[in-house]
């Protein structure tokens, strides 16, 4: 029996392969902590490249986007991230003041918390794909979720779907630490592509 070395059975399984190895590689970038915003600039660069008609070559290509990103997704990084943790240790903070002021201050927290993370990643993919300034990309993150609404609600809704279903079961954690993460972010992808494509020439 011979294989076809062209064949789409062994093309999609050295895919796959890749993209198991491309997100153990993400994994390992993200241990450090500070270099979050890098290797999820990196990540989204590669995946949004193989997206548009499966160009580039996503492990190959990560490292030299991680440096490449490396200083500005970490400035954004810093930027967004900070007053996302803010925002996040509020609404947690409110909702257990137990009354309705502490309800509502929850809920205004909850939801700019959430609005900030957005603008991190979009912040991660204008780094990835556009080579301006630090205040432009700041200023592009802000507006973007809220002048597409509908595509930041598919982008926001991919990472949210992953961690409810690894809190409600548990054993999903090992998609996510195998394929979840570049999986995702390939997905986003074309999301991101679409956004850029009509808003950022």
Not at 16 to 25: D, K, S, W
Not at 158 to 186: D, E, M, N, Q, R
Request: glycine share 6%; with cysteine; net charge neutral.
């Amino acid at each position: 029996m011979q294989i076809d070395p062209n064949g789409k059975t062994l093309q999609g399984v050295t895919t796959f392969l890749a993209f198991v190895a491309l997100n153990l590689l993400y994994l390992v970038c993200c241990i450090p902590i500070v270099t979050v915003g890098a290797a999820t600039s990196a990540l989204y660069e590669v995946t949004i490249r193989y997206s548009d008609d499966e160009s580039g070559h996503p492990l190959k290509d990560f490292f030299p986007a991680f440096g490449r990103n490396a200083a500005r997704a970490s400035l954004l990084s810093l930027f967004l991230l900070v007053p996302f943790a803010l925002l996040a240790f509020s609404a947690v903070f409110w909702w257990f003041n137990q009354n309705a002021l502490g309800a509502a201050g929850a809920v205004i927290a909850a939801l700019a918390a959430v609005y900030v993370f957005m603008a991190w990643m979009y912040a991660m993919a204008l780094v990835s794909w556009f080579d301006a300034g630090l205040r432009q990309t700041l200023k592009n993150s802000l507006l973007l979720p809220g002048a597409e609404p509908a595509r930041t609600f598919g982008i926001i809704l991919i990472p949210v779907a992953l961690l409810c279903i690894t809190l409600l079961f548990p054993p999903f954690v090992v998609i996510l630490a195998t394929v979840g993460f570049s999986v995702g972010a390939y997905a986003t992808a074309f999301l991101f592509r679409s956004v850029f494509a009509r808003h950022i020439s």
